[in-house]
């Protein structure tokens, strides 16, 4: 297996330090919320195929670009979402990809993986921001982490061959390269396609008062999620916050 980092931080605070930080609007203090969470989520693709190694070079070198100076902190008025594993699988192997690979050119892996990066982020951003309220992990957390799961999946996969379509994301100005922006195009609906999303973490309460707390009073819910185009699976735990 060859990995690639992935270095963008989705709904973490990243810190040097062992603990991660979230400051208050109201009075600029800040507040413990979350241990160790995800230092550099990762792709990687299930088979180990000489011919794509420059073409995975390419993209890891595009992936750190990407990754430079961002920095998420997402929450809502209930939670605040602690990720600790981020990873993103492409099946490599499928004709579909390996013909969009092996087509395209330098500048096509390029923008079609920049495009990749960044609807992800915004689909996430669009769970946490417009979703999250919702659900009730307190009290109904099996059947809620479900839900999260296939809310999620639902913005990622299931409208995507139609949102592509249609010109609702990857859309590019009049001047645009039509060749180039097709090709692009291709490069990142095949790893829209071909990709499975596995997110581990906990979800951290917070208060009527602004306090950060552990779900499940003295212990986190901590889940597993698992998602790709025709599924959607999560599982939970129950453990004491990691110090």
Request: proline share 2%.
């Amino acid at each position: 297996m060859r990995n690639i980092i992935l270095s963008f931080f989705m709904l973490v605070i990243f810190s040097n330090v062992k603990a991660a930080t979230l400051q208050d609007a109201n009075n600029n203090s800040t507040k413990l919320i979350a241990y160790n969470p995800v230092d550099h989520p990762t792709v990687t693709f299930e088979h180990d195929e000489k011919e794509h190694i420059q073409h995975l070079d390419i993209i890891n070198c595009i992936l750190n670009y990407e990754s430079e100076n961002t920095k998420y902190a997402y929450q809502c008025n209930n939670y605040h979402w602690v990720i600790t594993d981020f990873d993103i699988s492409i099946n490599n192997s499928t004709r579909c990809f390996k013909k969009k690979i092996f087509y395209n050119k330098k500048e096509g892996l390029i923008k079609g993986t920049s495009h990749f990066i960044s609807y992800i982020k915004e689909k996430i951003k669009c769970l946490v921001t417009q979703h999250i309220h919702k659900y009730d992990f307190e009290n109904n957390y099996d059947d809620n982490l479900k839900k999260l799961a296939n809310d999620l999946k639902a913005l990622i996969y299931d409208k995507f061959d139609y949102d592509l379509r249609q010109g609702l994301i990857c859309s590019e100005g009049e001047t645009a390269n039509k060749k180039f922006h097709n090709q692009a195009k291709e490069f990142f609906k095949a790893l829209v396609h071909n990709s499975n999303m596995m997110i581990k973490g906990y979800f951290i309460k917070i208060g009527k008062d602004g306090n950060y707390t552990d779900s499940c009073q003295n212990k986190s819910l901590y889940f597993n999620i698992s998602i790709c185009r025709n599924n959607a699976n999560a599982n939970y735990d129950f453990k004491p916050p990691k110090a």
